[in-house]
């Protein structure tokens, strides 16, 4: 992927970019997150996305992100259309004992939280987004190789031309480096479905 070709949702102050790697240094109180639970939203986050309208691909990227240290500080993937309709995964920080695996898909301004719980001397992740038309894949993997799923999802406005990239933030008082690193776009790795056949409409 040519990185020269993305561009910012929100630039941060303190970013590196190469021909292969990109570093962001996370401002504090940053987020991304619409109303649920919380009732509060926030859309401040950088993220550096690029567009495509290809309607069948597979995006993946390494993350890195050893420096994290304060509950929630994140970083990862999205696919952010506006302030209302995106999603996101990244590995969230928690405490010494445990972080959060996990994806938000927010639709029409109401975000959800998907969440699994991992060691917190994992400090690497791979993800990859599939499309298939407006409906996506989020996966993830410890060694770039075997790609579990994180969630299916559907989203409202995700079936035009889109955008997607990285992100990174640090909700709370705190700031970390973020890195990312073996960007690839190609062929939809997710297979069509080959059981029940989908209903007339």
Known sequence: MNLKEFKWVRQPADF???NDKIEIITKPF???WQRTYYHFRNDNAPVLQVETDEKFFSFTVKTEFTESHTRFDQ???AMY???ENWLKASVEYENENFQHLGSVVTN???SDWATTEIDPSIKTIWYRLSRRNDDYRIEHSFDGIVFRQMRICHVYKGGEKISFGIYACSPEDS???AVFSEFNFGE???KAHDGQKPDEE
């Open 175 to 177: 700031s970390f480096k």
């Open 108 to 110: 029409n301004g109401y």
């Open 16 to 18: 590196k970019i190469s």
């Open 81 to 83: 259309l506006d302030s």
């Open 188 to 190: 939809c790795q997710w």
């Open 30 to 32: 940053t987020d991304l």
């Open 75 to 77: 970083c990862g993937i």
